[in-house]
């Protein structure tokens, strides 16, 4: 009986055993386009010579200023073919904003339109109608940041563009999400207000603030590359496009959201981490600004550093770190504080952070922030130099990462750009020049269109593609 049964273990392991063979003795999927299961094998051409992340993806941008900008400019880096549909005789309003270098499009347009094409199309014209309509179905994705309404008002609803081609992504950046304030115009600031960052920013005495960062709109162009790139992706699943939104005060309270949820921690006592709570000071209804304390559990100020009389960046964020307790107590000349009660908990320290810092500052007043920064981070305390964008204009290292890249421009000269931010080993970012206005209109009506001269011509002359004559315009 017990061998009968010894057979039938065996037999049933050598079953599986074949099972096993079988499966890992399968032929590697064959090279397929894409989707889930059905990856191509992986390609033999070294790291970075593949292609780029987006090669083979084309948009329509319709963007202008800076949220729309950032998201394509992103997408361009990523290796999409993007094309900037820009108005005939004017363009994206930047490229004449803030100009430094006479009858050159400003560093506000070009730092933010790199490596992209332009074309000039009057989008209200009859023929440039025709044309755009002919590049929705082109384009895998169609991207806009105009006030709420305009690009229906040009005839480009989402059931339109949606019948000319299904497979599009219709992506748009607008101030405020569907509500009471949907049909606002919005610029950076009035979102940086709206979203929560202005009631958190600055300090407890003073006005609300708005920051340097431009969270309001290049913060909202990230969360709009993202949203498109999860619509390609989904595309390959489904074969249909989508309509994607990012919305600016969405977009900030969501780079605020440890400020919400402050907001609800308020509710079990006061917020014990701000300094506000060490000076006496009752929280009220809202999270209060909290000036220069870290927005986590590790508390933090900005002190200042030799030459601070002086030079307005001589400063250090320094941050109080528990694990460094006993290091900052030897750096800072306080050994005793490593033992007493008094200070050597992090619950004790609380209520004194003002003092505590007070110490350090008359430490970190004694060095450059740089030199401040070397014996910090020795022993492994973090700190922040205060870093000037003269400072980080020249700093080798971000030169030679080409996150800050220098770029010639035909009619302005070189000029310093910030490259893309991310950086991945199989799909290197160059950094082109930002195109000149319609720079490639002919090049993308016979090249992505495939029109031929003589079609070409009779919309230019149809005044689709150009600027109406002053005559008309006054008429
Ligand atoms: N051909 C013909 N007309 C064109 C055109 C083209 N190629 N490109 C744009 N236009 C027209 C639009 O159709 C619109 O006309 P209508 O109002 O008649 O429909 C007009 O130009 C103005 O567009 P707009 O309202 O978007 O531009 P604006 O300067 O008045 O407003 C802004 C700018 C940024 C406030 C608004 O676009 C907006 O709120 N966008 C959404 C939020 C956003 O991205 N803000 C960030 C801006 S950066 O700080």
């Not at 606002?184 to 940086?192: F, G, H, I, L, T």
């Not at 109080?320 to 033992?339: H, M, N, R, S």
């Not at 035909?410 to 290197?428: A, E, F, H, Q, W």
Request: charged letters at 25%; a positive charge.
């Amino acid at each position: 009986m017990a061998r009968k049964k010894q057979k039938k273990a065996k037999a049933a392991s050598k079953k599986r055993a074949r099972k096993v063979v079988k499966l890992a003795a399968r032929k590697p999927a064959a090279k397929k386009a894409n989707g889930n299961g059905h990856l191509p094998r992986p390609s033999s051409k070294p790291f970075g010579q593949d292609g780029k992340a987006l090669t083979g993806v084309r948009i329509l941008d319709f963007t202008h200023v800076q949220s729309g900008p950032t998201c394509t400019q992103l997408l361009a880096w990523m290796g999409a073919d993007v094309i900037k549909v820009e108005r005939p005789g004017v363009g994206d309003i930047t490229r004449g904003q803030l100009v430094d270098v006479k009858g050159a499009d400003s560093l506000y347009f070009t730092m933010l339109n790199h490596n992209k094409r332009s074309i000039t199309i009057d989008s209200k014209h009859p023929q440039g109608k025709r044309v755009l309509d002919e590049l929705i179905k082109k384009c895998d994705v169609l991207v806009e940041n105009f006030a709420p309404g305009a690009l229906d008002r040009m005839g480009l609803t989402w059931e339109h563009i949606n019948k000319l081609n299904p497979r599009m992504i219709v992506a748009s950046v607008k101030g405020f999400g569907p509500g009471p304030y949907e049909d606002c115009k919005v610029y950076e600031n009035v979102a940086q207000c709206a979203g929560g960052s202005a009631s958190t920013t600055g300090f407890r005495e003073g006005p609300p603030l708005v920051t340097g960062a431009q969270i309001g709109d290049s913060g909202t162009g990230l969360h709009l590359a993202l949203g498109i790139v999860c619509a390609l992706y989904q595309r390959n699943r489904t074969g249909r496009g989508q309509k994607v939104l990012a919305a600016m005060q969405d977009g900030v309270l969501n780079l605020c959201r440890v400020k919400l949820r402050d907001q609800q921690r308020l509710k079990a006592g006061p917020l014990t981490e701000y300094s506000q709570y060490g000076e006496g000071v009752a929280f009220g209804a809202a999270v209060p600004r909290a000036g220069n304390d870290s927005g986590g559990g590790q508390p933090g100020w900005i002190l200042k550093c030799k030459g601070w009389e002086t030079d307005p960046d001589a400063y250090i964020y320094f941050i109080t770190q528990a694990p460094v307790w006993q290091a900052i107590c030897d750096l800072i000349g306080e050994p005793t504080w490593k033992t007493d009660p008094e200070y050597a908990t992090p619950r004790a320290r609380l209520p004194k952070l003002k003092q505590i810092f007070g110490r350090i500052e008359q430490w970190t007043m004694t060095m450059t922030k740089f030199e401040v920064m070397e014996k910090c981070n020795a022993v492994d305390i973090p700190v922040g130099p205060i870093l000037s964008m003269k400072e980080i204009a020249e700093e080798p290292s971000l030169r030679k990462t080409g996150t800050v890249v220098e770029v010639d421009h035909p009619t302005r000269g070189k000029y310093l750009t910030v490259g893309n931010p991310i950086k991945m080993s199989d799909s290197i970012s160059e950094v082109k020049r930002s195109p000149l206005l319609g720079e490639h209109t002919d090049e993308i009506l016979t090249d992505v269109l495939g029109l031929k001269a003589a079609v070409v011509n009779e919309i230019k002359n149809s005044g689709a593609l150009s600027a109406p004559k002053k005559e008309e315009k006054a008429a």
